[in-house]
């Protein structure tokens, strides 16, 4: 079984659904409100274990009623939260989404998800012992980003950098990471002064650009590879990155091939979109291989 530690955010999805969405200073009328768990780090790690892998959550919650709810959604999944610390002095994180016109727009909250600091991943450094690897999102602070890679460099475990939310990143954290799994908008962030193509052909086998309905797209040394996506009826959009990194770490920490390992982490994506909410359409292990 893979043994995967997921450094990230925890909290929880407002989301609203609506036929459109509003524009500045306007009020539209919503068809539905719902509450989720959510976080880019829950999500994956909620991901990873329903497919299968040993999962451990480095995090901070508020001490409130969110936050209980946050680390009960961890315990029901199978996810370890014995890394998962409350903090009496902020709330925990909320994501603000809207669903309208086939896609979404979310505001992020961090609040305790900003306590995720670099001494805090030195207090949990015994949970890396053993690990496969490390995946680790951007709602959380930059320096606790890079010094997740240092830390992953030194302990010899490879870390897998989804670069979300956009924002530059260091090449020392760039070099520190084994792969990186940015979108097309968040790749032209991280490398803003060359092509998409001259990215992907300096770091093959490292650097796979997710581009929603076409595919994932990646430089395998000798030439550019589009692993195309599955296509389905999308009901909710919302997770479907989260479910393609931890279904991409999961394959790769069993020793899957690049492309076999795309492939799989397409398929579990692919199926994330049917259902509604973040979490509530990631896949278990054995409706992936179903498919395959």
Known sequence: MAKIIVIGSSSIDLVVTSASRPGAGETVLGDDFKTFPGGKGANQAVAAARLGAEVTMIGRVGDDRYGEEILNNFRENGVSVDNVEPVTHSSSGTAHIVLAEGDNSIVVVPAANNEVTPEYLNRCKDA???????????EIPMETVAHAGKLCRELGVPMLLNPAPA?????????NAAYLTPNEHEVRVLFPDISVTEALRRYPNKLFVTEGSRGVRFFDGEQEVLVPSYQVEAVDTTGAGDTFNAAFAVAIAEGKPIQESVRFANRAASLSVTKFGAQGGMPKRQEVEDLM
């Open 167 to 175: 924002r530059q990143i260091s090449e020392e954290t760039i070099a």
């Open 128 to 138: 890396f012992e053993g690990a496969d690897i490390v995946m680790i999102q951007q």
